[in-house]
């Protein structure tokens, strides 16, 4: 039986406290040693029932809704076909992405959307679909959507695909610095090859970061922090790079791109000193500064009101 109620699901963004990128591998894909976190900047999906399937897009007021697809290159709407398939129908559902989490931003707002419409139309439908079907099924979508689906803080290996909950014991305070204009991952990713022709093909592994999460300490954190992705996308577009020593030198504990970026996110010692940060950033030319914490919960139901 199908829930006769729109089903809201949120998801979050992630940010990779260690990224660590190996040569690529036969198929293309670069072997991770990934640390991602869910921190507190959230997209909100709706399936209401229809008789088909669509996809509508709206979202904060600094985010480019335009560039999103609404047809079959959408994430979300590529999740809907793809979890029909694994139950052998076509699943109907009008999808509301509600977007908070920057587009082609390095923090994974499209595979957020994707995992989001997994689990909304699971419920609508009542598909019962297993952990470790919906998990199978993410994978197929992207290589940071299983993450998505699980939130908290992961280990994620193969290509990112791969994730297994980890231990931290903090809460960590994050400035969010979007940029205007996206970066494209493969872009990034096939500059990583360039800059890095001789890369070792075991990609660096994240044990001193993974100890830092068990310290709680936001200082052994910083010192910790590592993306692999950060000099080429600082390569493709150095004002990164100056962002980050701006931020910095405003008493950031540690600034570091996010993913492939060109969000950048600086480590703070508290909510204060985050919201102090942010200020001091907005006064000196940044329109979009963000607050968030983490970890957070991944994909979960929004109980509705009505
Ligand atoms: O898996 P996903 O669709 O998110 O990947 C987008 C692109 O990012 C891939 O087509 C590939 O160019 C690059 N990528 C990669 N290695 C990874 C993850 C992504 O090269 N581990």
């Not at 729109?6 to 998801?11: C, D």
């Not at 076909?81 to 699943?91: E, F, I, W």
Request: net charge negative; aromatic share 4%; proline share 6%.
């Amino acid at each position: 039986m199908s829930s006769q109620h729109p089903v809201t699901v949120r998801a979050a963004a992630k940010i990779n406290l260690h990224l660590g990128v190996g040569a690529p591998r036969e198929d293309g894909f670069h072997p991770l040693t990934t640390v991602y976190q869910a921190v507190g900047l959230c997209d909100d999906v709706t399936a209401h029932p229809a008789d088909e399937l669509s996809l509508e897009v709206d979202g904060s007021d600094w985010i480019d809704v335009d560039v999103v697809p609404t047809d079959g290159a959408n994430l979300a709407h590529r999740a809907a076909v793809l979890l029909g398939s694994h139950h052998g129908r076509d699943l109907t559902g009008r999808l509301v992405v509600e977007k908070a989490i920057p587009v082609a931003g390095g923090l994974a707002g499209g595979s957020a959307d994707a995992a989001a419409a997994l689990v909304a139309l699971d419920r609508l439908h009542d598909l019962g679909t297993s952990d470790d079907d919906l998990l199978r099924i993410a994978a197929e979508l992207g290589s940071d959507v299983p993450f998505a689906l699980i939130g908290g803080t992961a280990l994620g290996t193969g290509r990112g695909e791969l994730v297994e909950s980890v231990g931290d014991v903090g809460t960590w305070w994050w400035v969010i610095v979007p940029s205007r204009e996206g970066l494209s991952t493969p872009a990034v990713y096939r500059h990583f090859d360039k800059l890095f022709p001789k890369a070792d093909p075991t990609p660096p592994d994240a044990e001193g970061l993974l100890s830092a999460l068990r310290t709680g300490q936001p200082i052994s954190l910083a010192r910790t922090l590592h993306n692999d992705l950060q000099e080429p996308a600082v390569d493709l577009r150095p004002e990164l790079g100056t962002l980050i020593e701006h931020g910095e030198s405003e008493g950031a504990l540690r600034g570091i791109v996010s993913g492939s970026g060109p969000t950048v996110v600086f480590l703070c010692e508290s909510a204060d000193h985050a919201r102090d940060l942010a200020g001091a950033l907005m006064r000196t030319g940044h329109p979009v500064v963000l607050v968030a914490n983490g970890a957070v919960a991944g994909s979960h139901v929004v109980p509705s009101h009505v």
